[in-house]
């Protein structure tokens, strides 16, 4: 295990929450920071959401397994509608960064779309609205069966207007406290995310990935490698991946 460990810290990974009822992980588009169809980079909010998770005992006994999905793209890459939260991000007619917020979605044995649940969040409200929707869950989802432990099946039984209520009165004894974000707590993870960081041309990364999206059969010698992070057509040849987009792994 201890060898696993290491090679997956080696490649700025890590197993944390992995397992469990627990946030296991919260994702985003795999072409984020790159992608020509993107209105914000969702990826810094990603790692305030991944930072606030980890570990966050009041979340670590969940009645089940628990996933965030966000995007800021006209295509919705990252399946937002297809997680327990979903969240929408982009910009309103003063510039100012919004999220519309989904609940309530999965797949396993019973797949359901989430629904929305509020609309034009203020961004600096998203840790505390993610964890009045968190604290509601492991109030009321239930814990004797765990094939109809998820949120999905809390809103499906309660509601989503019942449940959105709860949500709310939640939220307004949090909503003005410790978690509400500022400019300086996102700013200062956007130099990890600068698109300087790319090692190609960002449009140019973009319209391969379109040509190969659209290409009806691989090339010859080429096979499709799906990865959880990226996607690339890796050549059998000795010629290097490409397109290769490049992204920091959201874990």
């Not at 090679?7 to 992995?18: P, Y």
């Not at 297809?82 to 969240?87: N, R, V």
């Not at 949120?151 to 709860?166: D, H, M, Q, S, T």
């Not at 990865?227 to 490049?246: A, D, E, L, Q």
């Amino acid at each position: 295990m201890g060898d696993i460990l290491a090679r997956l810290a080696a490649v700025d990974m890590h197993a944390i929450q992995t397992s469990g009822n627990c946030v296991r992980n919260i994702s985003t588009d795999a072409f984020a920071g790159v992608a020509a169809d993107e209105l914000l980079d969702p990826r810094p909010l990603a790692e305030i959401l991944r930072q606030w998770s980890t570990v966050n005992p009041e979340f670590l006994y969940l009645p089940r397994k628990f996933k965030i999905a966000l995007c800021s793209a006209s295509e919705d890459r990252a399946a937002v509608m297809m997680h327990d939260i979903g969240l929408y991000l982009y910009r309103d007619a003063a510039g100012e960064m919004l999220f519309d917020v989904m609940v309530g979605g999965g797949l396993g044995r019973t797949p359901i779309l989430s629904q929305p649940i509020r609309k034009a969040l203020p961004w600096q409200h998203l840790l505390s609205y993610v964890e009045a929707v968190l604290r509601v869950y492991n109030r009321h989802g239930r814990r004797d069966n765990k094939y109809k432990a998820r949120i999905k099946i809390l809103v499906k039984a309660l509601g989503i207007e019942a449940f959105a209520r709860e949500v709310e009165a939640e939220w307004e004894h949090i909503k003005e406290g410790p978690a509400e974000l500022t400019r300086e707590s996102t700013s200062a993870l956007r130099p990890a995310f600068s698109r300087r960081s790319t090692r190609h041309n960002r449009r140019s990364i973009w319209h391969s990935a379109v040509r190969w999206r659209a290409t009806p059969s691989l090339p010859a010698g080429c096979s499709a490698t799906p990865m959880r992070t990226s996607s690339r057509v890796m050549c059998r040849s000795r010629c290097r991946p490409s397109p290769v987009p490049i992204c920091r792994p959201v874990m």
